[in-house]
């Protein structure tokens, strides 16, 4: 019976693709809505996406948040950072930086590279745990490992400044170099200040 319901059910998430591809959200919603409500991960991840932005359906955040709620408690971890977003900005549900935190640390301990760079910003910030400067470089640094932009920036400065390690303008130009390589416009504003000093 198992083996029978499989190819279904991968056919049916297909076709939500499909749809989704040909900008038909309130296909793929349909397609996707009964994987969803049986516990689909990824499914459930997608129709979260779709209310999210309001894509074949009224934007709401509510319901999105539901929804990646259902896939985040499975281990998805694009689900946990979207959830983790959600409760940041306090869309859908009470803003609560310690909640934020709870799903960045799942997804980032996952290798999810937005995850990590989140939980660098909060580690930054001092929101919803201590700030930490080092805690900070130590999660930029996993999501520049994997070529995260934003990340690639933030270590750039964080050398230029000397925050959670020796200030070291050579490693901050090189951060910063790549950071603009992967088209961080505001990392090359700093590199451009920083070769300025250092001439």
Request: zero cysteines; proline letters at 3%; glycine letters at 12%.
């Amino acid at each position: 019976m198992l083996l029978v319901a499989l190819p279904a059910t991968a056919q049916d998430f297909e076709k939500g693709v499909a749809a989704y591809k040909r900008g038909d959200y309130a296909a793929a919603l349909k397609e996707w809505w009964p994987l969803a409500a049986s516990g689909h991960a990824i499914a459930q991840f997608q129709v979260g996406y779709l209310y999210e932005l309001g894509k074949g359906v009224d934007r709401d955040y509510a319901v999105a948040a539901k929804w990646y709620r259902g896939a985040a408690e499975q281990g998805l971890s694009e689900a946990q950072l979207f959830l983790g977003i959600l409760y940041d900005k306090g869309l859908g549900v009470p803003q609560n930086y310690s909640e934020a935190v709870k799903w960045f640390r799942k997804g980032a301990g996952q290798g999810q590279s937005s995850a990590q760079f989140m939980l660098g910003v909060k580690h930054q910030l001092g929101e919803g745990v201590p700030q930490d400067f080092a805690e900070a470089l130590k999660w930029y640094r996993k999501a520049a490992e994997q070529g995260d932009g934003q990340s690639l920036g933030k270590l750039g400065a964080f050398y230029a400044q000397g925050r959670g390690v020796p200030q070291d303008y050579v490693f901050a130009h090189m951060w910063l170099s790549l950071a603009t390589a992967k088209g961080n416009e505001k990392a090359l504003k700093i590199r451009d200040l920083l070769a300025k000093r250092m001439t």
